[in-house]
């Protein structure tokens, strides 16, 4: 498994390949936190949020990714396959950042989108 410290550093790689464009007014950066954050909509504690964009005044612009909630689902992962995870989440959040500079939503709605079709499996696999 790896460490924290371990996910820290892989973060720092993956950041630091992204084009210097995408960090326009991102003036918290990219950061990861050790916990695991379950998504509130989350039925029998399988839905984690891997990672967030925050926009928040006074605190500004950031992207975190989640150790804990990667560790929940990909721990016993190679090396490899979670830092493959890790940038599809970093790319993903960044993509929020810079539709939220340009007043766009398209990602948001796509992200609603799978959560309704989440709740409607959990619904009808409830009903069963």
Request: zero cysteines.
């Amino acid at each position: 498994m790896v460490t924290f410290e371990e996910f820290e550093d892989m973060l720092i790689e993956l950041a630091e390949a992204v084009p210097e464009k995408y960090y326009v007014e991102l003036n918290g950066g990219v950061m990861a936190r050790e916990d695991a954050r379950l998504h509130p909509q989350s039925r029998d504690n399988d839905l984690f949020i891997m990672g967030e964009y925050h926009r928040q005044y006074g605190l500004g612009r950031y992207v975190v990714l989640y150790y804990g909630s990667f560790m929940a689902v990909y721990g016993g992962a190679g090396q490899k396959f979670l830092q493959k995870k890790m940038r599809e989440t970093l790319l993903h959040e960044l993509t929020h950042h810079l539709e939220s500079l340009a007043g766009e939503k398209d990602l948001e709605i796509e992200d609603a989108i799978q959560m309704a079709h989440y709740a409607r499996k959990n619904a009808s696999s409830q009903e069963e």
